[in-house]
């Protein structure tokens, strides 16, 4: 058991702050995309002559070089230090945020995006090592939950928002360049508060941590079913983040206003849901609280499926159907995968599961709905991302629980290896 005496509760603090608001400008900074595609009161789409399928391009792109440095990253980061992988990471996703407002066509964007999600993936691999080597393993869902949140909270929530505000006084470019810049100032403050693996374990009267072989990271059937798992959950939800704003414009006929106030349900609901399912998690379990997230995401989607432009209920069901979606997103991305993790490999892990479901769900997925949308109709690619929660609920049936609380034995990897060096 820990000691809550010895346990650095004032590094724990700092450290959670400064992730958090850096995930959340990981947030803004990439999915402030969609609301200034969809809106009326921007010229983006005429400026650089975009459509539906350029704009799943354009969300693919980005994920699919977020997943792919997710895993690569967090391999890296490992092995020579969370601090040396974190802090360039943030410097270089702010400045490519603030390039992507002098994009001058699809192939000048489609780079900057395809960059920006290289720099973005190691904030997210490297992000959730640092949360897990800072949290008491009590606290460990509900600080991941916290991290997490915020990138549903600044993106998918005050994202819409704050573009429909600028957009009033300034030009989509404008917005990018104003956007990017906070993440410099987090960049700046992180390099001097993260502490490595071994310094913390020297801190709490524990030995160096060992590093099982890269070999041994599949051992435990809990990471390949999480990495399965969180493509269905990035479905639903990069495929409605990517194009919420256009079906509420285009299908339903909302206004600008209107549309940027609901398409920020699936943030406001996401940021409650990853913080509070993972809370819930650490009590009731992984498992259970995966497979209820999905169930419910999934029942209330198709509700909204079938809602006509009703602002209030729209808002309401998107709200439901988003924060459960996101809390199964935060569950397996965040413990599930690191408490799955042989010893010393916790960024590794999570960057494989991350990166995973970054490929598909928050890659193909959105390429595949793009082209729904220009072929068929965009009002399909809502459909698209229902079968996507209905798939995960399936897999989810198959995991092993691991949370310190309801595990029958000691959790593999990290859990047993912090919970005895703290």
């Not at 720099?119 to 509900?142: F, I």
């Not at 940027?260 to 650490?282: E, H, K, R, W």
């Not at 970054?358 to 698209?384: D, K, N, W």
């Amino acid at each position: 058991m820990s000691n809550d005496k010895s346990w650095d509760s004032s590094y724990e603090f700092k450290i959670m702050l400064m992730l958090s608001i850096a995930f959340g400008l990981v947030g803004l900074d990439r999915f402030i995309l969609p609301p200034l595609f969809g809106l009326k009161s921007s010229t983006m789409a005429r400026d650089l002559g975009l459509n539906y399928q350029d704009l799943g391009n354009l969300v693919s792109i980005l994920a699919v070089c977020w997943g792919a440095c997710a895993v690569i990253f967090g391999m890296v980061a490992d092995r020579l230090g969370r601090r040396t992988v974190l802090v360039p990471a943030i410097v270089a996703f702010s400045l490519l945020s603030v390039f992507s407002g002098l994009a001058t066509g699809l192939v000048s964007l489609l780079l900057v995006r395809a960059l920006m999600g290289v720099a973005e993936g190691p904030v997210a691999s490297t992000g959730v090592a640092v949360a897990v080597d800072a949290s008491h393993p009590r606290r460990r869902g509900m600080n991941n939950g916290i991290f997490q949140c915020t990138i549903s909270l600044f993106g998918n929530g005050f994202g819409p928002i704050i573009a429909a505000q600028l957009l009033a006084i300034a030009t989509w470019r404008h917005v990018f360049f104003i956007v990017g810049l906070p993440g410099l100032i987090v960049a700046f403050l992180m390099w001097f508060i993260v502490r490595e693996p071994a310094k913390l374990a020297s801190e709490r009267g524990a030995g160096a941590p060992q590093r099982a072989p890269l070999s041994q990271i599949f051992k435990h059937r809990n990471l390949p079913l999480a990495m399965l798992t969180l493509m269905c959950a990035m479905t639903g939800i990069f495929v409605l983040g990517a194009m919420m704003p256009s079906y509420l414009v285009d299908y339903l006929k909302l206004s600008d206003s209107q549309a940027a106030v609901i398409s920020s349900a699936i943030g406001f609901g996401g940021a409650l849901g990853q913080f509070g399912l993972l809370t819930v998690s650490d009590f009731i379990g992984r498992r259970l609280a995966t497979i209820a997230s999905f169930v419910i995401a999934a029942v209330f989607l198709w509700i909204f499926i079938h809602t006509g432009p009703n602002f209030p209920l729209l808002f309401g069901l998107l709200f439901v159907a988003a924060m459960f979606n996101f809390g199964a997103l935060a569950i397996l991305a965040g413990p599930v995968g690191a408490e799955a993790a042989p010893a010393g490999l916790v960024a590794s892990a999570s960057g494989l599961v991350i990166g995973a479901g970054e490929i598909f769900g928050g890659g193909v997925a959105p390429f595949v709905a793009g082209g729904i949308a220009q072929r068929q109709g965009i009002q399909y690619t809502l459909v698209f991302a229902l079968c996507g929660q209905i798939v995960g609920l399936v897999l989810a049936l198959f995991l092993q629980e691991t949370a310190p609380r309801r595990a029958k034995s000691a959790a593999r990897g990290v859990v047993s290896e912090l919970d005895q060096a703290a």
